[in-house]
């Protein structure tokens, strides 16, 4: 598994995120504060706190396409 903070300070960058996860079949969560959601819930996303940073946690070994894809979204 791997972790790794990230911004979404729009509703086009939730979009963009939710677009890329889903076009990966392993599992991802959000966690902000004690919610942990479904990162391909747009829902579940808008139900999070948008204005602090939120974890993500990838549950694959083969999750570096991904999180090269993740660049921009990654709080650093």
Do not use: C, Q
């Not at 083969?62 to 979204?73: G, L, S, V």
């Amino acid at each position: 598994m791997k972790t790794f903070d990230i911004m979404l300070s729009s509703i086009n960058d939730v979009k963009n995120f939710v677009n890329i996860v889903n076009k990966y079949s392993f599992d991802v969560d959000l966690t902000s504060g004690r919610y942990v959601v479904d990162a391909k819930s747009i829902m579940g996303i808008f139900s999070l706190d948008l204005s602090k940073p939120i974890k993500v946690e990838v549950h694959s070994t083969e999750a570096d396409a991904f999180i090269a894809e993740m660049e921009p979204f990654i709080k650093g």
